[in-house]
Structure formats: C-alpha cells, structure tokens
C-alpha cells in the first residue's frame, strides 16, 4: 500500500462545475497535509494546508480533512479552464517528518 | 520576500558524470528539501538539510549528497550519474525542520543524461 495514494485521473469535469479530488494515507500519525497545483512543466505551488478535521475554505477551493477515514479531499467549485493542472496531495511521515507526495490527479476543466 | 530560485534551469550531462544543482531558499527559510520528480509521478524526498545538517533522507544511494551553507542555501551533488537520472530535482524551503510546515518550491532543474 502507498503511503498517499491518489487516482491518477485524469477528472474532467465542465466549466463552472465542482471538481472533487480526493486522497487517502496510511500513517496515521500524520498530522498536516497539503495541496498542491502544478501546471505542466513547472513546479509545485501550495494552494492549501489543513490540520484539523472537517472542512477549510480559501476562496473557490475547500479541503477536507477525516483523520478516521485517513481521507483528504479538495473541493473547487466554479472550476474554470485555467485550474485544469495536476493536483499533487501531501503528507509527513510521523517516524522521519520527510513529505509524501501521491502522484498525482490531473485535473481537466472543459469550456 | 524573495522565493525559492534554483540553477541552472535545465542541464544535459553524459552518464558516468557528476552535477551539481544549487538552492536558494525563501528569506526567513532554514530548512531545506530535495526531491526528484520522473515524468508523471509525484516528488521523491531525498534529504533534507537543517541548520546545516542533514535531517532525514529517503531511498535514494549515497551517489545522491548534499549540504547546506550558514545563508541556508543548498546544493545537491550526483555522482556516476545513470540514465533513470533524468527527471525534475524540486528544492522547497519551509521553517524549521518539522514536515509539518509548508514547504514552497523552486521552480525546478530539469536534469537529462545521455
């Protein structure tokens, strides 16, 4: 079993429309995790973090977080064509404090 | 506030080859990570520098090094380079040595062996 495991997608979905990218962990002793965006060809950019369970709202994007579930998610709402990247999702090792990346979604917004 | 910037952008090196790959973290930034990303997989951690010392490494070989300067600027050295070496080495720079803090990338070295 990975450690962060993603569904490599790709998700598309129309314009305007929710996109729901989801992520789940193995290390239950994690306690942050952290979305990232990354266009093609360039490098990762944080679009959020959260550290407690339930919901966290920062403009069109919400993360959720179930530390029981071991389950995140990000939520865009009004997904525009300029959101469609790979979102990577994130999480530190409780033993070594090193980040584990999942692969990957890439995220596809249709006009 | 200055970013993450990395050098050199993009670099072709034959196998059997060493390179270096330099780091400038975020001002106010004192740790900072390595990854290597292969085409359309997420970051690999390889190590990570603290106050100059190295905090934590992931299974990469020991051809795979690194140090950190009191400025906490970072380098990453492959020696005897290989073919499966061609990928995106990601520098992100965060506060203290904790994976709990975000960390914030370069925009990357594209490194391809021949």
């Known amino acids: 079993q990975k450690e962060v495991e993603q569904n490599s997608g790709p998700l598309s979905v129309p314009e305007g429309a929710i996109a729901s990218l989801n992520c789940t962990y193995s290390d239950r002793g994690s306690q942050s995790f952290f979305w990232y965006r990354q266009y093609s060809g360039k490098s990762p950019e944080l679009i959020m973090s959260?550290?407690?369970?339930g919901d966290k709202e920062d403009g069109r994007f919400t993360a959720q977080l179930n530390k029981a579930s071991q389950y995140v998610s990000l939520l865009i709402r009004d997904s525009q064509p300029s959101d469609s990247a790979t979102y990577l999702c994130a999480a530190p090792s409780s033993n070594t404090g090193k980040l584990i990346f999942g692969q990957g979604t890439t995220l596809q917004v249709k006009p | 506030e200055t970013g993450v910037t990395q050098s050199p952008t993009h670099l072709i090196k034959t196998r059997g080859q060493q390179v270096t790959l330099r780091c400038s973290s975020q001002s106010g930034h004192n740790t900072v990570s390595w990854y290597q990303q292969a085409l359309g997989q997420g970051p690999q951690f390889i190590f990570q520098?603290?106050?100059?010392?190295?905090?934590g490494r992931g299974n990469f070989p020991p051809r795979f090094s690194g140090l950190q300067f009191p400025n906490y600027s970072s380098e990453l050295n492959v020696n005897a380079l290989e073919l499966d070496d061609s990928a995106l080495y990601l520098c992100?720079?965060?506060?203290?040595?904790?994976?709990?803090?975000?960390?914030?990338f370069g925009d990357g070295t594209r490194l391809s062996i021949l």
């Open positions: 959260i550290y407690s369970n």
């Open positions: 992100a720079s965060s506060l203290q040595g904790s994976g709990n803090q975000p960390q914030h």
């Open positions: 520098y603290y106050r100059e010392e190295e905090n």
